[in-house]
T-cell receptor, first 113, second 114 residues
């Protein structure tokens, strides 16, 4: 079972560069989300989607863009990378918004120099 | 808004010691409660969950009981092993339609020494 797949696992960028973190799930989940994990901060929600064509902002959306053209994919775009975006990023999905558990990918470690 | 408060860490225990990790929450509505575990270099895995008051979640020897009266969901294990060394996150999720996000505590690092 693939579950939630994130790519790349590691990436180094220079300030000002742009890139896309990919996320795909094969569980037919309607709800998908992106979190960032920073030391001492826990996980903070960046953006989420409750279905194809629908996205919304989380707690820390600035500097990030998302789209949801299919149920399976939910890419996260960094428009102009900054050192403050150095973090570990996790994609997570679940059945439609409710109180069920989220399934997480293995994470993408991003360093911005 | 919703929030989760976990006890400060890190925590270091000897193998076979008793473990308690405190977690309290503030939420509107009736949340589901979760404990996630993150082993070194890996993503988050669901450890256990409870969806209503007085439910007890359990897995791999870990237990937690949903206490609505004290708004708590403390994690316990009777005898920890070295393999339990990881970061543990308490989380909640409320059913508020499109805004049904998972809210995490800051996490606590557990180290178990032989």
């Amino acid at each position: 079972n693939a579950g939630v797949t994130q790519t790349p696992k590691f990436q180094v960028l220079k300030t000002g560069q742009s890139m896309t973190l990919q996320c795909a799930q094969d569980m037919n989940h309607e709800y998908m989300s992106w979190y960032r994990q920073d030391p001492g901060m826990g996980l903070r929600l960046i953006h989420y989607s409750v279905g194809a064509g629908i996205t919304d902002q989380g707690e820390v959306p600035n500097g990030y863009n998302v789209s949801r053209s299919t149920t399976e994919d939910f890419p996260l775009r960094l428009l102009s990378a900054a050192p403050s975006q150095t973090s570990v990023y996790f994609c997570a999905s679940s059945y439609s918004g409710g109180r069920g558990e989220l399934f997480f990918g293995e994470g993408s470690r991003l360093t911005v120099l | 808004g919703d929030s989760v408060t976990q006890m400060e860490g890190p925590v270091t225990l000897s193998e076979e010691a008793f473990l308690t990790i405190n977690c309290t929450y503030t939420a509107t509505g009736y949340p589901s409660l979760f404990w996630y575990v993150q082993y070194p270099g890996e993503g988050l895995q669901l450890l256990l969950k409870a969806t209503k008051a007085d439910d007890k979640g359990s897995n791999k020897g870990f237990e937690a009981t949903y206490r609505k009266e004290t708004t708590s969901f403390h994690l316990e294990k009777g005898s920890v092993q070295v393999s339990d060394s990881a970061v543990y996150f308490c989380a909640l999720r409320t059913s508020t339609g499109a805004n049904s996000k998972l809210t995490f505590g800051k996490g606590i690092t557990l180290s178990v020494r032989p």
